[in-house]
């Protein structure tokens, strides 16, 4: 199966620094690749996901980028503010046809300091 | 759409006792998924279902875990009898289709098993 690590496991920031997470997987057959938000005691929520056709992908502070070469993808938040503090999760997938389940990474927690 | 709804919320039971827990999924999505959440293991997927037929329950922890989906729009997960090593949030998603699209989840249920 697909092996998932996300790097760093903890992430400290200070309000309006930048924060980049990386997710490297073993499975060149992926082709989906998203990133998820958990607050405490709340459920993940998809906040955004790239294909292996598009290299980049933006939405206002976050974005990702995809090496496929490489097998990694990234999470890019600039100008973080208090509200991102939470987990957060990459699960590629894909395959022919959308046929391979999502493996979940263990999680990366951001904390951004006032 | 109300978005994929679990119940309960929250349940606490004794060691021994039948949990069941229920899902319902997002209308027209066709693939159902169970995780557990702990500390110690992340997020775990413990069963799928593609249009309502279990595909794969390798991540049932033992046989006093059983899922059933009668429909396309209910799911249950129960364990019986409940021991407290299954004290978990327990998370129900939805999607498309099984990979290559981002998952819905559920508000989850918390579990303690005294």
């Known amino acids: 199966g697909e092996n998932v690590e996300q790097h760093p496991s903890t992430l400290s920031v200070q309000e309006g620094d930048s924060a980049v997470i990386k997710c490297t997987y073993s499975d060149s057959a992926s082709n989906y690749f998203p990133w998820y938000k958990q607050e405490l005691g709340k459920r993940p929520q998809l906040i955004i996901d790239i294909r292996s056709n598009v290299g980049e992908k933006k939405d206002q502070r976050i974005a990702v980028t995809l090496n496929k070469t490489a097998k990694h993808f990234s999470l890019h938040i600039t100008e973080t503010q208090p509200e991102d503090s939470a987990v957060y999760f990459c699960?590629?997938?894909?395959?022919?046809?959308?046929?391979?389940?999502?493996?979940f990474g263990r999680g990366t927690s951001l904390i951004v300091h006032p | 759409d109300a978005g994929v709804i679990q119940s309960p919320r929250h349940e606490v039971t004794e060691m021994g006792q039948e949990v069941t827990l229920r899902c319902k999924p997002i209308?027209?999505?066709?693939?159902l998924f169970w995780y557990r959440q702990t500390m110690m293991r992340g997020l775990e997927l413990l069963i799928y279902f593609n249009n309502n037929v279990p595909i794969d329950d390798s991540g049932m922890p033992e046989d006093r875990f059983s899922a059933k989906m009668p429909n396309a729009s209910f799911s249950t997960l129960k364990i019986q009898p409940s021991e407290p090593r299954d004290s978990a949030v327990y998370f129900c998603a939805s999607s498309y289709q099984t990979g290559g699209r981002g998952y819905t989840f559920g508000s989850g249920t918390r579990l303690t098993v005294v």
């Open positions: 699960a590629p997938s894909g395959g022919p046809g959308g046929s391979y389940i999502p493996t």
């Open positions: 209308s027209g999505h066709n693939s």
